[in-house]
């Protein structure tokens, strides 16, 4: 017989060589830079409330949960088997429990139910190793906790809503938001005509006996995108007579009729599938003013800026994620007689991708840490929140695409395959740039915070200047950046995207210098500081310390 042939009877399948899947873990306790970030920042008091969660978002069944909902998206029901309206999504059970887990670990109203210093943070915190387990849920869930200051600018609304958001119960029943036992906020801005320009929105709301601030209007128009439709109530930007306006519309009036609405579509989105996004029309919907007729942009921006600062940690996440996964991938497979993750290329890869997700998580929680501060009445802290919630928007969600693929090539031909869970990871990943303003949009913003608040851009240039003055290389950079900022004014529009990415670089050099690992630090300013870099994850200099960079980041189960 050759020595080729196999005897009859011998198994001829038998697994070897494949990494097991990253579960059963506590995401937050395999997360040091996210560790020692909570403790720094000012949240230290909710470790153990993080860590709670972390161990939620590493189960293998939760996990489990986010693959269910994803592959059983949210279908929209429009009547009744009597043929009544009812205009609502109908969701996997997976995202309902989901979402029960992530509102009983306060992850909507952790800041406004414990209001104290760092509680900003430990909720940022407590929504990026939940979005680990499903990004999908994350869209209501930051609404909620994103309206609460909008909703304070009409102190009636606020004392008849925020109580039903302070509930850390989640119940979905389509009932009167009065007799249920908390609530959930969605929103709705862009239109077909305008997308981010919402002051050429068409809707129209027109008073019902007077109009003003709290007063009761008929809205009559569309949204294009109408986020998380099957939601109690929702902020909505339309015309009124003193121009551009915010309401607040139920979805369902007090005697229980559903509000006059139609829901045309769901949105059959490229990722972010378990989550419902929809169009809708209003045909003389019931809504209350809030704030000033023509002050709804100012009114809802609030709104805006703390979901903008969950894009950015939302992304961050995602880094995290990838390279937990992408680690644990390489620690397990072997390749030409060795470990992937002993392979030198494969390490500088592994290492470069754990480098830009420790800058985001940084970046990320340090901001987090303004908005504390900012509610504590800190003037220089809102004048840094102020411009880098856009910097930060912009960048972090920038990386997120090409660090998610990757991630995603680490693991090779598997990385490719559904049950992987990188082909979500990678159709996730450009959401976060496109919500709550696009790139350019983050740019521009930046850009007029330079304008109208110069005090925004010298607390910028303090944060960053902490860490010039103990790192050369970052002083340099920080004087070219300053040099292109003042140079010819007509043309910083179209500089602008490159500005705004020297300035996030800036902003997370000097964050690393300070607070970050020293061989992470050297890495970063030796490469997206002094240029010694190429155009792919993988090229860091060979004085990195690939192997101490990688273990930092390895979630060691």
């Known amino acids: 017989m050759s020595t080729l042939e196999q005897p009859h009877g011998v198994r001829t399948h038998e697994v070897t060589n494949q990494a097991e899947p990253l579960v059963d873990y506590n995401v937050f306790e395999a997360d040091r830079v996210m560790g020692e970030a909570v403790r720094r920042e000012g949240a230290d008091w909710a470790v153990e409330k993080i860590s709670a969660v972390g161990e939620i978002a590493g189960r293998a069944d939760v996990i489990e949960l986010g693959r269910l909902a994803n592959e059983n998206p949210p279908k929209l029901r429009t009547h009744d088997r009597y043929g009544n309206r009812v205009d609502e999504p109908e969701f996997h059970p997976g995202w309902h429990e989901l ?39 994350g869209c209501p869930i930051s609404m909620t906790y994103s309206v609460v200051p909008a ?29 249920k036992d908390g609530s959930l906020f969605g929103m709705g801005m862009t239109e077909k005509q305008g997308g981010s320009d919402v002051r050429a929105n068409t809707t129209v709301g027109r008073p019902v006996n007077g ?20 939601c109690d109530a929702f902020l909505v930007l339309g015309q009124a007579e003193a121009g551009i306006s915010c309401f607040l519309m139920p979805r369902r009036l007090p005697d229980g009729e559903l509000n006059r609405f139609r829901l045309q579509r769901l949105k059959d989105k490229l990722g972010n599938r378990s989550n419902a996004s929809s169009e809708i029309e209003f045909d003389g919907a019931l809504a209350r003013l809030v704030g000033e007729e023509g002050a709804g942009v100012r009114t809802i921006i609030e709104m805006v800026n703390h979901t903008r600062l ?14 937990a996964m992408a680690i644990n991938h390489a620690d397990n497979r072997a390749t030409f007689g060795k470990l992937l993750v002993e392979h030198q290329l494969m390490q500088n890869v592994l290492a470069d991708l754990a480098v830009e997700s420790e800058a985001a998580t940084i970046s990320s929680l340090r901001l987090a840490r303004a908005y504390d501060e900012a509610i504590a009445g800190d003037d220089e802290a809102q004048a840094f929140k102020r411009i880098a919630n856009a910097v930060l928007k912009y960048w972090i969600c920038k990386r997120g695409p090409s660090h998610a693929v990757e991630c995603l090539e680490c693991v090779g031909g598997n990385g490719y395959v559904e049950e992987s869970g990188m082909p979500r990871l990678y159709r996730e990943a450009p959401l976060a ?6 790139g350019n949009v983050q740019c521009l913003d930046v850009l007029r915070a330079m304008v109208k608040n110069p005090d925004s851009v010298e607390a910028f240039a303090n944060e960053v200047g902490e860490g010039a003055t103990l790192e050369p290389r970052l002083d340099r950079f920080a004087a070219r950046l300053r040099q292109d900022l003042q140079t010819d004014p ?7 995207r490159s500005l705004v990415e020297r300035m996030a670089l800036a902003l997370q050099g000097s964050l690393l210098v300070r607070f970050g690992d020293e061989a992470v630090a050297e890495a970063f300013c030796a490469s997206r500081l002094e240029g010694d870099w190429g155009h ?22």
Do not use: N
């Open 99 to 137: 979402m029960r887990l992530g509102i009983s670990q306060e992850l909507h109203s952790l800041p406004w139910r414990e209001p104290q210093p760092g509680a900003h943070v430990a909720r940022a915190a407590a929504f990026m190793c939940f979005s680990q387990a499903e990004a999908g849920v």
């Open 151 to 179: 909703l304070r600018k009409q102190p009636e609304l606020a004392d008849e809503w925020v109580p039903r958001i302070l509930s850390d119960v989640y119940d979905p029943r389509q009932i009167p938001a009065a007799e």
């Open 211 to 230: 109009g003003g601030p709290g007063a009761e209007y008929e809205l009559t128009g569309h949204k294009w995108f109408f986020s998380a439709p099957q």
């Open 310 to 323: 969950d894009c950015a940690t939302g992304s961050s996440t995602g880094m995290r994620h990838g390279v």
């Open 433 to 438: 740039s496109i919500w709550e303003g696009s």
């Open 490 to 496: 007509a043309t910083l529009e179209s500089r602008a």
């Open 536 to 557: 792919a994850f993988g090229t860091l200099p060979p004085g990195a310390d690939f192997t101490r960079i990688i273990d930092r980041h390895r979630a060691a189960v």
